[in-house]
């Protein structure tokens, strides 16, 4: 059975059908792509997954059990931890302060701020980013770095889905593979990843199966990220025919 799987996922804003009839099946243990255009729903479908909206319509099963995420806690409680691209880091506190904040185990669940640094270390190094120091102040981080953090703290809540919205848009090439053997050492861990990207060559490099949104609902589900020809994404994405050679 599929980690997760949504079925019909509506969603209105005042005079907008955001998600209109949306599916999404994942599977632990892979790269999941969600792919379409501008305004084709795809940040509010993850915002559906993160707790952050509540559906008027649709079901959300996950580990085959029903689920109703009322609040982003009780998305990341199921096992869903999202990765926005207005990264939701405290600039002026701790890297361990970020990876730790709002937890059980936050600084003032650890009997002291070393054994908060020791920890975030170790989840830092599983990241392959010993580099990083729990000390240090997070606004002091690029952009990568600050992905970093949060893909520690997803880990550090023992997070099953990491949703990642566009994460390579503020990254330079060299961090975008920094990125994928991170992600790819979360797939081979058994996490599912949900990744966002409209940039087709970077779901031929990281992506095992994909999902096109158009319009707010889903015109192909559970795709093969690689096989798939890329006029036949375009097409899908569009809405238009594309010429095979593109
Ligand atoms: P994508 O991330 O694929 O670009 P979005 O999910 O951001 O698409 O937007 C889907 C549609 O919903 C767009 O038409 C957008 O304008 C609309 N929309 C998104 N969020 C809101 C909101 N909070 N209020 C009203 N309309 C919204
Ligand atoms: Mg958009
Ligand atoms: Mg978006």
Redesign the pocket.
Known sequence: APLLQLTGIV?E???????DGVDLVVRAGEVHCLL????????????VLAGA?QPDEGEIVMDGEHAHFADPQAALAAGIATIYQELDLVDGLSVADNIFLGHERSRFGFSRVSDSNRAARELLVSLGHPEIRPSRETGSLSAAGKQIVSMARALSRQAQVIVM?EPSAVLDPDEVGGLFRVIEDLRASGKAIVY?SHRLEEIRRIGDRLTV?KD?RTVAADLPARETPTSELIALMTGREVSAEY
């Open positions: 969603k804003f005042p005079g907008v059908r955001a998600l379409g255009q501008n305004g084709a729903g795809k940040s509010t479908l993850i915002k909206y919205d966002i949104l707010g």
